[in-house]
């Protein structure tokens, strides 16, 4: 047993709020979490996470290592000139 009037209080149903709405439930020391970002609605788990073309940094990497389209295409060019 654990010692009284020195835990905090244990909410094993507490709600996971994200957005108003409920997302699931788990066990914490506040009733109620709110967030902004959970696995349901984050790029990265749902899948629709993208590369973001700064600069033209992607398009710089990959003609400087040779990969994909952009130093391919350049060879093409080149050899049908």
């Not at 957005?19 to 066990?27: A, C, D, L, S, Y």
């Not at 990265?44 to 990969?67: A, C, N, P, S």
Request: charged share 25%.
């Amino acid at each position: 047993m654990p010692k009284a009037d020195i835990h905090p209080t244990w909410y094993p149903d507490a709600k996971v709020i994200c957005n108003g709405e409920v997302v699931m439930t788990t066990g914490s020391t506040q009733p109620e979490i709110h967030v902004d970002v959970w696995s349901g609605n984050h790029p990265f788990y749902t899948g629709t996470q993208k590369i973001l073309d700064t600069e033209g940094r992607v398009d710089r990497f990959m003609r400087k290592y040779g990969m994909g389209g952009g130093a391919a295409a350049k060879k093409d060019e080149d050899a049908k000139a």
